[in-house]
């Protein structure tokens, strides 16, 4: 069975921070591109960030310079670091593995964590 658990949402207040951590069971993660999405109420899901096998990285334009994605492979996690959080980052947010190969695409989703930040 498959399982992304994320942990590490919860309330903080504006300029705060935040790690965000997802672990990944039944997939082999190192042949997985990870991500962290995010959805408001009433808003479309979004990419904040993503980091593939090797390690490269993009982002989102409006949390570029503050928040940072990464990987343990050995341990099958990735993180979302949030710096100098903003009202506006208050969603839920998902964890995502993508193993695509030989033209098939594979995703799995975690079940998203709330994050709060207060004014």
């Known amino acids: 069975q498959v399982r992304l658990l994320e942990s590490g949402g919860g309330l903080v207040q504006a300029g705060g921070s935040l790690r965000l951590s997802c672990v990944a069971s039944g997939i082999i993660f190192r042949d997985n591109a990870m991500a962290w999405y995010r959805q408001a109420p009433g808003k479309q899901r979004e990419l904040v960030a993503a980091?593939?096998?090797?390690?490269?990285?993009n982002y989102l334009d409006s949390v570029k310079g503050r928040f940072t994605i990464s990987r343990d492979n050995a341990k099958n996690t990735v993180a979302l670091q949030m710096n100098g959080v903003q009202p506006e980052d208050t969603a839920v947010y998902y964890c995502?593995?993508?193993?695509?190969?030989?033209?098939?695409?594979?995703?799995?989703w975690g079940q998203g964590t709330q994050v709060t930040v207060s004014s």
């Open positions: 980091i593939t096998s090797s390690g490269s990285t």
């Open positions: 995502r593995a993508d193993r695509t190969f030989g033209g098939s695409n594979t995703q799995y």
